[in-house]
């Protein structure tokens, strides 16, 4: 399968700039995969198509501020973004610098601290960070929330809350768990209230995910490294929901990772460590029975991964209706919800 499968014409207008004034307040296109029909909904009716006994997944990565300014010590401006956290004073990072650092270079951040480079990881630096304070305090201190490369403004003190799932508690990640952000603490109590179950896995997004895929042959990519945790006691409660005939719905194409990544000769178990797992059409998902996502990059993997799902064609023809529609694309943009075994609405039962 090709890269250039993947590809659909997107507006730049339609690359949300900035999140609604109410999180929940987004639209949902809802695809109905056995019949190959959508339907264009509000997200605050999400609650519609979900049953009492089907358990919502989450990821509780907390987002890091993980955007850095320094310079290097001829005086040459750096851009630090983390990619992901490896020790109390140690970080994968992307460098936005005329002239790479040498291993051994120096960076000085705005407080007059330093990091040395300690080498290279593929396109990617290690950095060490030499502070008496551990690394997650220094970012809390010195650093910005790392929004994608697609939105074109600058962080601003609203992006410290916005650019969070309310539920997030594990702090680690570089870029937040985007389906999560529809979800306010109203929506959850009304998800609660009708019978749903909550679980949660860690995955530790990091700035790989917006690394654009170079091979045309998918079979030739190699997926970034992602860090995450799937508990037991969130595998007693899918066993305990599918023996009871309700759904695992996943918030994100994180949570299909983590899961997938934590099933091991079609069964499911306990895994904590790093993953590479790259889920693209010919891949079949065992772990979920359906998806909460946002829209997706053109060409990229989290679009590979829906397509998995959900099959190409048809995906690429929901993503044409959304773009016709004008729905608002990727982190701070609209929702979709993906049921393989069919859409049912509450209000039409």
Excluded: C
Excluded at 69 to 93: F, M, N, P
Excluded at 269 to 281: H, K, L, Y
Aim: charged share 25%; hydrophobic share 40%.
């Amino acid at each position: 399968m090709k890269k250039s499968d993947f590809h659909f014409d997107l507006p730049p207008e339609l690359i949300a700039q900035a999140p609604l004034s109410k999180r929940s307040a987004s639209r949902l296109l809802v695809l109905d995969v056995p019949v190959r029909t959508w339907q264009d909904r509000k997200f605050s009716e999400l609650v519609s198509f979900l049953r009492k006994g089907d358990l919502l997944v989450f990821n509780d990565t907390r987002v890091l501020p993980a955007r850095l300014y320094g310079r290097k010590e001829s005086g040459g401006q750096v851009e630090i973004l983390i990619e992901r956290v490896t020790g109390t004073h140690e970080a994968v990072v992307q460098l936005g610098v005329s002239k790479k650092p040498k291993e051994g270079g120096v960076i000085v951040l705005a407080d007059g601290s330093h990091a040395t480079v300690l080498g290279r990881d593929e396109s990617f630096f290690r950095l060490r960070f030499e502070s008496p304070e551990p690394l997650e305090r220094l970012l809390q201190r010195l650093g910005e929330m790392p929004l994608p490369p697609y939105i074109s403004r600058n962080a601003d003190a609203s992006d410290m809350e916005r650019y969070q799932t309310v539920y997030a508690r594990e702090p680690g990640a570089v870029a937040a768990p985007t389906a999560g952000l529809h979800f306010d603490d109203e929506m959850l109590a009304q998800l609660r209230d009708k019978g749903m179950d909550f679980g949660y896995i860690t995955l530790h997004v990091g700035a790989g995910t917006f690394q654009p895929v170079r091979a045309e042959d998918l079979s030739h990519h190699q997926m970034h490294r992602e860090w995450l945790n799937v508990g037991a006691g969130l595998i007693d409660q899918i066993h305990r929901t599918r023996k009871n005939g309700g759904r695992v719905i996943a918030v994100g194409t994180t949570v299909v990772r983590a899961l997938e990544s934590a099933t091991v000769d079609g069964v499911l178990r306990p895994f904590a460590g790093e993953t590479q797992i790259f889920i693209f059409p010919g891949y079949r998902i065992t772990s979920v029975d359906g998806l909460i996502t946002n829209f997706h990059l053109p060409q990229s993997t989290l679009l590979m991964l829906i397509s998995a799902l959900a099959g190409r064609e048809f995906i690429l023809s929901a993503y044409e209706h959304a773009v016709k529609e004008r729905y608002r694309f990727f982190s701070y943009g609209d929702a979709m919800l993906i049921l393989p075994q069919g859409a049912i609405s509450a209000d039409t039962q």
